[in-house]
């Protein structure tokens, strides 16, 4: 079909004009208050992140996210369980206890990044991440992470968790874990207290991987001396064989 002709433009009248006006401040308007209904969604909404925690509460406990709720919502986020970031989430929530999250801290910790969907969480996953390069806040978050994973009727941490979250935090970036792990392996301790806890990371930032910094007359705790006489007697028993 052949394309039809335009027409000739004509000109205007005076109340033509003045009609056009008022039709494009129409448009315009209508257009801006699109794009406000689009972009209403960004804006957090108490009530979407209440009912998003109800998705993971059952009946019995509505006010507590446990352990089957936790697996579900880190399914739906895409993340790990043991994933780091899920650590740093439960500091910003300050969450009191490993694999639940009250309603409260919940709402707290939400409210504050300004999130309550799956698709706004998961865009908030590197900003967590990203939280770890700093020292400070690294050194909040390993102090946090104590009291979080121990069991609360304990003052000390059994050593099966103390490893599982000391992996986590200076595994990949301690060039002593490794020995250090083992250490504990053969060692006699059964639990990890919160000085030599918090006295671990500040080895592991201070001290070389020579261990020829290290002061034996330094206030270590006595795991740490011990830590560093049995890795010396380990690499000499290595060096003569």
């Known amino acids: 079909m052949p394309r039809s002709k335009r027409r000739a433009p004509t ?16 448009n315009s308007n209508s257009s801006s208050r699109r794009f406000q ?31 089957e709720g936790m697996e579900k919502f880190c399914e739906d986020i895409g993340v790990e369980p043991e994933n780091i970031v899920m650590l740093v989430l439960a500091y910003r929530m300050q969450a009191r206890q490993m694999g639940f999250f009250t309603q409260e801290e919940w709402m707290k910790g939400l409210s504050e ?21 700093d020292p400070h806040t690294f050194k909040a978050i390993y102090r946090y992470a104590y009291d979080f994973a121990r069991d609360k009727d304990q003052r000390s941490m059994d050593m099966e968790t103390a490893k599982a979250m000391l992996q986590l935090l200076l595994g990949k970036h301690w060039p002593l ?20 806890w918090c006295n671990i990371l500040e080895f592991s930032r201070t001290i070389n991987i020579e261990l020829s910094n290290y002061d034996v007359d330094g206030a270590w705790p006595v795991m740490l001396d011990e830590f560093v006489e049995w890795l010396k007697a380990a690499r000499t028993k290595t060096d003569i064989s």
Request: aromatic share 10%; net charge neutral; hydrophobic share 25%.
């Open 37 to 67: 209904r689009l972009d209403e969604p960004n804006t957090f909404s108490q009530k979407k992140c209440l009912a998003w925690f109800r998705e993971y509460t059952s009946p019995d406990e509505p006010d507590v996210l446990g352990p």
């Open 177 to 196: 874990y490794t020995q250090f792990s083992q250490f504990l392996d053969q060692s006699k301790y059964k639990v990890i207290n919160k000085d030599q």
């Open 11 to 26: 000109e205007m009248s005076s109340a033509d004009e003045d009609r056009y006006s008022s039709k494009r401040i129409r």
């Open 113 to 133: 990044l300004q999130t309550d969907s799956i698709q706004k969480i998961q865009g908030r996953l590197e900003q967590l991440r990203c939280m770890l390069n």
